[in-house]
Nanobody
Framework: QVQLVESGGGLVQPGGSLKLSCAASGRTFSTYSMGWFRQAPGKEREFVVA????????TYADFVKGRFTISKDIAKMSSHLQMNSLTPDDTAVYYC????????????????????WGQGTQVTVSS
């Protein structure tokens, strides 16, 4: 059984930066897909970024392109989400998710295809 734990959330001013981390423990996958999703109060969970180990490529939601960057340690089944130029609209609980095997490129953004989730970490962007 794989467990995921996120860390690094907190309170940051608009324009600031945060770095989130996701670490896996337990019986980790040798090949997998891993994604970051977020959920703001009163809103549905939305896709942020995801990658797959088959080619190491990452895909980003349009609203984070140029601001967020994912780095990954595939062997350790961990990832880091560097978030820059944060705005109040980025306020949300951020979740790390994974599933064994590599999803199709077009499916990486679909939260219902991930079966392992972390507990989430709160990110609040406010002055």
């Amino acid at each position: 059984q794989v467990q995921l734990v996120e860390s690094g959330g907190g309170l940051v001013q608009p324009g600031g930066s945060l770095k989130l981390s996701c670490a896996a423990s337990g019986r980790t996958f040798s090949t997998y897909s891993m994604g970051w999703f977020r959920q703001a109060p009163g809103k549905e969970r939305e896709f942020v970024v995801a990658f797959r180990t088959s080619d190491g490529r990452a895909t980003y939601a349009d609203f984070v392109k140029g601001r967020f960057t994912i780095s990954k340690d595939i062997a350790k089944m961990s990832s880091h989400l560097q978030m820059n130029s944060l705005t109040p609209d980025d306020t949300a609980v951020y979740y790390c998710a994974a599933r064994g095997g590599s999803l199709n490129w077009s499916s990486l953004s679909l939260s219902n295809l991930y079966d392992v989730w972390g507990q989430g970490t709160q990110v609040t962007v406010s002055s």
